[in-house]
């Protein structure tokens, strides 16, 4: 019985992490969530449901979704870990943050 026990915790190491995926809605002017925590490697999925273009773009260049039109999206992964602020590069009043570790 140890022996089983042992062996699926042995294999349940072994198995590989998977990344979590994400989504943020762009509504009102708004990203919903604005904030994020998540796992490098993890992937966030911008989908705008405005009816004026927007973009996601980090600050420190990490990610940019390019110009997003009404019901479109564009998935980005997140490569390293920090803070990493963005903004829509078309209405700079939209901003956002995205912390990973």
Aim: net charge positive; charged share 20%; glycine share 8%.
């Amino acid at each position: 019985m140890r022996v089983a026990a042992l062996t699926l915790a042995m294999l349940a190491l072994a198995l590989p992490a998977y990344a979590a995926g994400h989504a943020v809605q762009i509504k009102g002017m708004k990203f919903n969530p604005a904030r994020l925590n998540v796992a490098v490697g993890d992937t966030i999925t911008f989908t705008n449901g405005d009816s004026r273009r927007h973009t996601a773009t980090a600050l420190d260049g990490s990610f940019d979704t390019g110009r997003l039109a009404t019901g479109k999206n564009a998935t980005v992964r997140i490569a390293t870990a920090g803070k990493h602020d963005f903004k829509c590069m078309i209405h700079p009043s939209m901003k956002g943050s995205v912390s990973a570790k």
